[in-house]
């Protein structure tokens, strides 16, 4: 029998040791990718058995996450490209971490709360040129769409009833070229920040390569909010051809345009006169909702009418508990409707009143049952003259992905044979007519409403 030598004999245990090592370390690496060390993109497993990433969840929630320190990129499906980042120019300045600290406490209330996906995602962009729908924004859902949707209506107002050379009549409205959709979007975004600036000055937020603060306990950054460069317009004109110049940054996928807006905004309103503008039944602009959050009225009418006023009704008003709340105190060039089929009409805060209902153009932001959409007329003389409320034909953009085309509807209203059955019908009205149709009631309250062979929707 022959008897293996002790060289060989080393050598199989040295194997056997190395073998042993080798497993010893799989299983701990193992161990260590369950937990997620090593990379940036921590992994937390839901009740589905199903993985979501830290960055997902943040997106999502609107709430930081903690995340690893390695450098890997994350392979999200959701993730969102990055901003447009422009060059640094004269005349601009970065945000202070007091001033990304202020933003975030106006925006949700405190520091920590960042915006969550969808939001991140949206921004301005067309229908294509040359279409039935080339004068409007395709929206998503989510919290923004309100803000797209408001935007919409000054879009409209530009294309109908500011730009010159033109004619006001829905045709033109079809035949916008690509250029012209940009004209108008910087024309719109422009109007909205100098009448927010009080007609004195304008301030346009956009991201700069640097990142100017850091996160501390009190404040989660976003990767984004820290790298603001502000860029302050004395002139209207200025800020529109400065808009147009960086439109990039609004309309650009992955631009977060729609939140860079928002931040122009609020700069724009400073926090002095948006302090003023609030009541006690509004300290903050968006309020959380299903994972996410929504503009309050606030927002809307700051986009309106240039003022952050929490309510619909005109002026002043007391509350419950008798405090001072605030209304609209001007007429705007676009009005509001709104409509919820739940609504008490004997609930006077809730009323939209006369500054908001009459608008100095025809064009209404509305909201029905809390979907954003816009109602509007081409005819400049419609609420100037009162033969013209007769009879009309008004026009419906809902934002719908369904929708090719928008709503024509034909209003009337000097014809009341609905009338006839009001006695059997008045304690269900909702029955009867279309939630568009009440919202358009709000404002001509005896009217009929033609949908000229469309089925109606919204």
């Not at 497993?45 to 943040?58: I, K, V």
């Not at 006077?348 to 816009?374: A, D, E, F, H, Y």
């Amino acid at each position: 029998m022959q008897v293996p030598d002790q060289g060989q004999c080393s050598r199989e245990l040295d194997l056997e040791e190395i073998t042993r090592k080798i497993s010893f370390l799989d299983k701990w690496r193992q161990i260590f990718s369950c937990h997620g060390l090593g990379t940036n993109n921590t992994t937390l497993q839901n009740h589905g058995g199903n993985h979501t990433s830290a960055d997902e969840t943040e997106e999502r929630t609107g709430i930081p996450q903690p995340k690893g320190h390695g450098h890997l990129p994350s392979s999200s499906p959701c993730s969102i490209p990055k901003p447009s980042i422009i060059s640094l120019k004269s005349g601009g300045f970065p945000i202070s971490l007091a001033m990304a600290t202020k933003l975030r406490q106006s925006l949700f209330g405190n520091a920590i709360h960042v915006f969550s996906y969808d939001w991140k995602k949206a921004y301005f962009r067309f229908h294509d040129p040359f279409s039935d729908l080339a004068f409007a924004l395709e929206v998503e859902k989510g919290g923004a769409r309100s803000i797209q949707m408001a935007v919409q209506g000054s879009i409209i107002k530009y294309l109908l009833f500011t730009r010159k050379g033109k004619d006001c009549n829905f045709h033109s409205l079809c035949a916008i070229s690509k250029r012209e959709q940009e004209q108008g979007l910087a024309a719109a975004l422009a109007g909205i920040l100098w009448a927010a600036g009080a007609a004195e000055k304008a301030t346009v937020c956009l991201v700069a390569g640097d990142t100017y603060v850091t996160s501390t306990p009190d404040y989660s950054g976003d990767d984004f909010t820290e790298r603001l460069q502000l860029f302050e317009l004395l002139e209207k004109e200025a800020t529109e051809r400065f808009i147009y110049d960086h439109l990039q940054c609004f309309k650009g996928e992955g631009s977060h345009g729609v939140i860079l807006f928002l931040y122009s905004l609020i700069f724009s309103r400073t926090f002095e006169r948006l302090q003023k503008d609030l009541d006690a039944s509004t300290t903050h602009l968006l309020q959380p909702s299903a994972g996410g959050f929504l503009c309050r009225q606030a927002v809307l009418n700051m986009i309106l009418t240039g003022r952050a006023s929490p309510n619909v009704f005109n002026g002043y008003q007391k509350g419950k508990s008798q405090e001072i709340l605030h209304g609209v105190l001007t007429r705007s060039d676009v009005g509001y409707l709104q409509w919820y089929k739940d609504a008490s009409e004997d609930d006077r805060l809730s009323q939209v009143g006369s500054m908001l209902k009459t608008p100095k153009l025809p064009i209404w932001l509305c909201n029905i049952n809390g979907k954003p959409s816009v109602l509007f007329s081409t005819n400049r003389q419609l609420l100037s003259d009162w033969k013209a409320e007769h009879h009309f034909d008004l026009y419906l953009y809902s934002g719908h992905p369904l929708q090719n085309k928008p709503g024509h509807l034909t209003v009337d209203t000097h014809s009341h044979h609905w009338e006839r059955n009001q006695h059997e019908d008045e304690h269900v009205p909702r029955r009867r007519f279309s939630p568009v149709e009440m919202a358009i009631r709000t404002k001509w309250r005896e009217a009929t409403i033609n949908w000229n062979g469309t089925v109606p929707f919204l």
